[in-house]
């Protein structure tokens, strides 16, 4: 994404605004952020392309807001490893492929989604590594998301878990190009309203509405997963991924990750 308009001159304006700012406090901000706003001008440009007027004070300002959030939720903190292989393995989370536009997907589905108590804050710690992750490796072409919806109902949908995805979205803009939801059952048609109300104009843009034979009309057959009439059998997690029991860095007791496995009916 270009955008002619914005100049260099207006780049390093905000590269020199904020590398004063990190000087002033440095405490604010993880340096993996500064090294990309030192290196990158799409750290930059992207803020800038999300003022429809290129207003370069606002551009600093939503920066420097999403610099600080980054540190203060310790996005940087976490790898994938630091999760469980439940959560990638029972949501189908996957990072794979590209669509017909080169843009990297990411896959997920929502039946197997449950509110389960004390499991919130590592949900959404889990929601910021992923936009994360993928926003990295997307860069400036951004990144698309597919949701199989097939099989959910209501008791997998989590509003708050929704709202908090909109807010993590905002401070990666021009990030998320589109968003494919795929067989939304019609019991969700009234949700799946709400949750569009919470998004702005241009992410609502974005959401697209599919059944799974028109996924080929965006993406290659190789990549849609056999689940979704496409020709990939395997599912594509990160290596070295361990089981929930096992990570006691995320402060669980007994009784929430036996209530984990009692709720997904996992045993072992």
Known sequence: MENKNITNTVIESIREKFLIEYQMNPEL?????????????????????????????????????????????????RNDQYFPKEFYELHEIEMFGQDKSGRIIHWEITRNIKNIPGF????????????????????????????????????????DLYKFKIEVLEYYPQSLRAVFIVDLPWLLNGISKCILSLLGPELKEFVKFINRDELMDYVGIDYIPDSLNGKRQKKIYPEGLKALKQLNHLGLTDKQIHKYYDTYKIYS
Do not use: C, P
């Not at 340096?31 to 930059?44: A, H, L, M, T, Y």
């Not at 199989?148 to 509003?159: E, F, I, W």
């Open 29 to 77: 901000y993880h340096e993996i952020d500064v090294n990309r706003v030192r290196d990158d001008n799409w750290q930059i440009e992207r803020f800038l392309l999300d003022q429809k007027n290129g207003d370069e004070n606002k551009a600093y300002e939503a920066m420097v807001k999403a610099l600080r959030w980054k540190k203060s939720f310790g996005v940087h903190e």
């Open 120 to 159: 919130e804050n590592i949900a959404k710690q889990f929601i910021a590594h992923r936009i994360e992750k993928i926003d990295s490796e997307a860069s400036r072409k951004g990144w698309i998301s597919i949701v199989d919806t097939s099989d959910s109902g209501l008791t997998n949908v989590n509003l």
